[in-house]
């Protein structure tokens, strides 16, 4: 049975802070039990599906304006334990936008997916430099290839009426010319389903937007131990691994370079430097651990 993986994004956009790609991923039958419980939860609070997008519930904006707290409190309760009571997995991965452009040109190209050849001292292949997204986007989808049984694939979804299906065709393609970043054997196909119109997404948009926020309010207390809570918590409650879920600071994308050096006489990516290696270090833990 093949994983199918449904992610959504928040922070592409210009003047974000920081960048994160988040979904979840799973097997036909715990999706369709989601499916079932999400329509049936929104019924209850008598939200139409196409209504449904993580910023205004969250705020109480749109449809939701003039919610009660309690009313929105018992909504967003009852959605995170919808999905808890599902077998879907979280994965959330986040970088800091300003801490991205801090980089040189030639370890922005390393970190998005170049492929550096210390023997001709030159890149093989030239990477994403100006795309901090391309780095949230290959760690989510190395997750879930991870996860993805040998000789069986992955299919992925996007929603085509969301800002990050654009983004998501360019990187497929450049993926699929560099096989050393993921191993493409377990990519299966990718589709381009209405957010508006699929459950499946619109929990990848709510895990998305509070794990964006999540992020910002982690940077600007300066706590990264805080832990999170309410719909937050019951979405991560069915994570894999803490390290399916976590935010890179300038620290830890550094680490993924010092780790090799651009000097290696071995052709290597960032992504194939750190496999096996927690990239955890004290202060900067994965959210929800």
Known sequence: MAEQAYLDESGIHDRAEACIVAGFFGKKGPWRR????????LRRFSVPLHKFHANPVIHRTGFFKGWSSDQHEDFLRALGETVAGCRIHPVCYGVFVEDFFRFSLEERRFLTGGTWDGNRKRFLSTGCPSKPYFVAFNECLKVVTSYTPMCERANFFFGTDRPVAGYARSLFVDLKEKPTIISTERFGTIGFPLASETPRL?????????????????????KWNSQPHGVLLALLRNRKSPYD???RTEELLRKMISHVGLSNSTPVTATSAVQGESLISKGHQPHGQ
Do not use: C, E, I, P
Request: glycine share 6%; charged share 20%.
């Open 34 to 41: 989601l499916d079932v419980g999400w329509r049936n939860t």
């Open 202 to 222: 619109q929990v990848a948009d709510l895990l998305s937007y509070l794990s964006y926020q999540h992020m910002l309010d982690r940077k600007a207390d300066g």
């Open 245 to 247: 879920t976590s935010y």
